[in-house]
């Protein structure tokens, strides 16, 4: 169960009364959502990017393929990375695509948990309005999709990005397609607000584990290649603040760079349906230990001194393991 609250309005209140102190607050905090560990405190989820076809290009054989791990593991959610209907996003909230892109394709019971999503730029070419609709949480109510939110389960906490309004590319008159800004007037202030209330939440975690969600990669070998935007403006923020991966889509593969700055892994996994085999740039290999270019997804599991991270193809086969650990340190 997610139980979401509001509680930036609370906090300023009893602010105002006890210290006087709400001019401190400029933003309002992101949205958080409580989702509980397993009871040994531990954690697992998958990560699927980049799929809504109506069951094409593999999606189905996908879907059942996180079916069968996500029983094994024991999944507690899965976190879409974006990029959840093609090609032009929802045209409204009732937009059947939903049905047969979503719940029609996710059938395996071990994926009937919250589905925890951002939008892609893909997303933003339909009605990007609509995906946030409570009226789609009502068809289906694994669907939890917002444009900057945070999962919080004590264990990790997850902190979900708005990306594609940081990308330039989109703002131009050069831009073959159309996006719909409604919901964000100024862009400026959208990106400010958004890059500070994420530092904020950031530095204000004290979960085990720090995972920053997208749509667009930090780091990519793939088409589209490294985002000079988040390089630029999102990516120092996860560095100072201790986040251990960041995960993406929107390069159709399966990857996983490490940072060479720091701790940081960079996971992208944005094969859910097409995939472009061969389509590798590869300008910056910097850290690459694995890449894919066909379909799959990618699997979590957490618990408090340990990371186990999985990629697997169409098959269900596994490609590519990495392991973190840290050290427990003696609670006083
Ligand atoms: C589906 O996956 C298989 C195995 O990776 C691949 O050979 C095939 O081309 C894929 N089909 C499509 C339509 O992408």
């Not at 954690?43 to 393929?65: C, I, K, M, T, Y």
């Not at 923020?237 to 995960?247: P, S």
């Not at 066909?294 to 269900?316: C, H, K, R, W």
Request: glycine letters at 8%.
């Amino acid at each position: 169960m997610a139980i979401p609250y509001k509680n930036s309005r609370t906090l300023c209140f009893f602010l105002i009364l006890s210290f006087g102190l709400c001019l401190v607050i400029t933003s309002a905090e992101l949205e958080r959502f409580e989702h509980p560990t397993k009871e040994d405190g531990s954690l697992s989820f998958l990560v699927l990017g980049d799929w809504g076809r109506r069951g094409a290009f593999n999606q189905s054989q996908v879907a059942f393929q996180m079916g069968k791990v996500g029983e094994k593991l024991d999944i507690d959610f899965v976190v879409s990375t974006g990029d959840n209907f093609y090609d032009n996003g929802l045209a409204s909230e009732h937009d059947t695509a939903f049905e047969e892109s979503f719940t029609k394709i996710y059938t395996a019971k071990s994926l009937q948990k919250q589905w925890y999503s951002v939008l892609g730029n893909h997303d933003y070419r339909g009605d990007a309005e609509a995906q946030l609709s409570p009226l789609l949480r009502k068809i289906d109510s694994r669907w939890t999709c917002l444009r900057s939110f945070i999962v919080n389960t004590e264990l990790a906490e997850i902190f979900f990005v708005d990306t594609s309004p940081l990308v330039n590319k989109y703002f131009t008159n050069t831009e073959d397609h159309t996006y719909d800004w409604r919901g964000i007037t100024s862009r400026k202030d959208y990106i400010a607000t958004l890059l500070k209330d994420v530092e904020l939440a950031l530095k204000k975690s004290s979960a085990k584990w720090k995972i920053v969600v997208g749509h667009h990669a930090i780091r990519s070998v793939g088409h589209h290649g490294d985002t000079e935007e988040l390089i630029k403006q999102l990516l120092p923020i996860l560095q100072a603040n201790d986040v251990d991966f960041y995960m993406n889509g929107h390069d159709h593969c399966l990857e996983h760079i490490s940072d060479i700055e720091s701790p940081i892994q960079f996971l992208t996994s944005g094969a859910g349906s097409k995939a472009w085999r061969g389509d590798i740039k590869g300008l910056n290999k910097e850290g690459l230990n694995f890449f894919y270019d066909g379909q799959g997804f990618m699997s979590v599991q957490l618990n408090p001194t340990d990371a186990e991270i999985a990629f697997y193809d169409v098959f269900g086969k596994v490609l590519h393991r990495s392991h973190s650990s840290k050290q427990l340190h003696p609670s006083i």
